[in-house]
């Protein structure tokens, strides 16, 4: 039963990443539409933003981290006034090409402006402690990975639901046409939605750089298709289903290294995504997404 707790412990260290990353791709969505697979650049440039303020600035780890969060929200809206903004009323597959553009440019830019190869990140001593209660260990970045996706999707909820900016960002995912005929600044509804998709970036890249101890510049392209993963098992347009998804992937993955026999551990991406097809499969709208009626 310790082993089991153990797993689930670690499913949602895991899965808190996961849902970070798509529910800041489920807020650029449920507005404009997009996918935006540039996303996981800004998880990438968090990384290189935490390494620049301690290797360059010589900044604590805290202010590093501090200066990666905003790093990544300033890029966010800089990324959706300078690519997305001139194509906002083109069709969805242009939009979808300019991400990918813009993905891959940036991937190209900080190959060559910094280097192809990784960057160490020494962190704080307090990552490499662990919280033991009874024959359960948690790790201090498993612990900080769940707190702080909780704290920050609470904080997420409590924005939507009682500012007005928030209430305008639901509006819009509902309708973004009508918002823009009933007065809402289409342009601030939408800078918010990447400036927040940015800042949940930034705190998935201190999680992911604090597990894995380095910065690459290809290093956000597997988290953002996780994350596009969970987005389709949660159900497209839901931000609680981007959550549950992000979770769920998690689980899925935690429990498969954990149980599956050593002969087909290397198959388990491929066991995975047959999971999620077969989820999918029995509820083609995602998990906590909804039919969508065929117009008449």
Same mark, same amino acid.
Do not use: C
């Given at each position: 039963?310790?082993?089991?707790?153990?797993? +689930?412990?670690?499913?949602?260290?895991?899965?808190?990443?996961?849902?970070?990353?798509?529910?800041?791709?489920?807020?650029?969505?449920?507005?404009?539409?997009?996918?935006?697979?540039?996303?996981?650049?800004?998880?990438?440039?968090?990384?290189?933003?935490?390494?620049?303020? &301690?290797?360059?600035?010589?900044?604590? =780890?805290?202010?590093? +981290?501090?200066?990666? /969060?905003?790093? @990544?929200?300033?890029?966010?809206? *800089?990324?959706?006034?300078?690519?997305?903004?001139?194509?906002?009323?083109?069709?969805?597959?242009?939009?979808?090409?300019?991400? =990918?553009?813009?993905?891959?440019?940036?991937?190209?830019?900080?190959?060559?402006?910094?280097?192809?190869?990784?960057?160490?990140?020494?962190?704080?001593? =307090? =990552?490499?402690?662990?919280?033991? /209660?009874?024959?359960? $260990?948690?790790?201090?970045?498993?612990?900080?990975?769940?707190? !702080?996706?909780? /704290?920050?999707?609470?904080? &997420?909820?409590?924005?939507?639901?009682?500012?007005?900016?928030? %209430?305008?960002?639901?509006?819009?995912? $509902?309708?973004?046409?009508?918002?823009?005929?009933?007065? /809402?600044? *289409?342009?601030?509804?939408?800078? @918010?939605?990447?400036?927040?998709?940015?800042?949940?970036?930034?705190?998935?890249? %201190?999680?992911?750089?604090?597990?894995?101890?380095?910065?690459?510049?290809?290093?956000?392209?597997?988290?953002?298709?996780?994350?596009?993963? !969970?987005?389709?098992?949660?159900?497209?347009?839901?931000?609680?289903? *981007? $959550? +549950?998804?992000?979770?769920?992937?998690?689980?899925?993955?935690?429990?498969?290294?954990?149980?599956?026999?050593?002969?087909?551990?290397?198959?388990?991406? *491929?066991? !995975?995504?047959?999971?999620?097809?077969?989820?999918?499969?029995?509820?083609?709208?995602? %998990?906590?997404?909804?039919?969508?009626?065929?117009?008449?």
């Amino acid at each position: 039963m310790d082993v089991f707790v153990q797993h +689930v412990v670690n499913g949602l260290a895991l899965g808190g990443v996961y849902a970070l990353l798509s529910l800041g791709l489920a807020l650029v969505f449920s507005i404009l539409g997009l996918i935006n697979f540039a996303h996981g650049e800004l998880l990438t440039l968090g990384g290189y933003a935490i390494y620049g303020g &301690l290797a360059v600035l010589a900044l604590p =780890f805290g202010g590093a +981290v501090v200066v990666a /969060i905003i790093a @990544t929200a300033v890029a966010a809206m *800089a990324m959706e006034r300078v690519a997305f903004r001139p194509v906002r009323d083109a069709s969805a597959a242009s939009m979808l090409l300019t991400s =990918f553009a813009v993905s891959a440019l940036l991937q190209v830019v900080l190959q060559n402006a910094i280097s192809p190869r990784g960057k160490a990140i020494v962190t704080p001593a =307090f =990552f490499k402690q662990a919280i033991t /209660i009874s024959d359960l $260990v948690v790790g201090s970045i498993q612990a900080l990975s769940i707190v !702080a996706t909780a /704290i920050l999707l609470l904080l &997420l909820m409590v924005f939507l639901r009682s500012t007005v900016l928030g %209430l305008a960002m639901r509006a819009a995912a $509902v309708d973004f046409r009508t918002t823009r005929l009933m007065g /809402i600044h *289409a342009n601030a509804v939408v800078a @918010t939605a990447f400036a927040l998709s940015g800042i949940l970036a930034g705190v998935a890249a %201190l999680l992911w750089v604090a597990q894995s101890g380095s910065v690459r510049p290809l290093m956000g392209l597997v988290p953002v298709l996780k994350a596009f993963i !969970a987005v389709i098992l949660g159900g497209l347009g839901s931000l609680p289903g *981007a $959550v +549950v998804g992000g979770f769920v992937l998690g689980f899925i993955e935690v429990f498969l290294r954990a149980y599956l026999p050593g002969a087909a551990l290397e198959f388990r991406e *491929a066991i !995975a995504l047959l999971i999620v097809i077969t989820i999918l499969f029995f509820r083609p709208q995602g %998990l906590l997404g909804r039919r969508v009626e065929a117009a008449r």
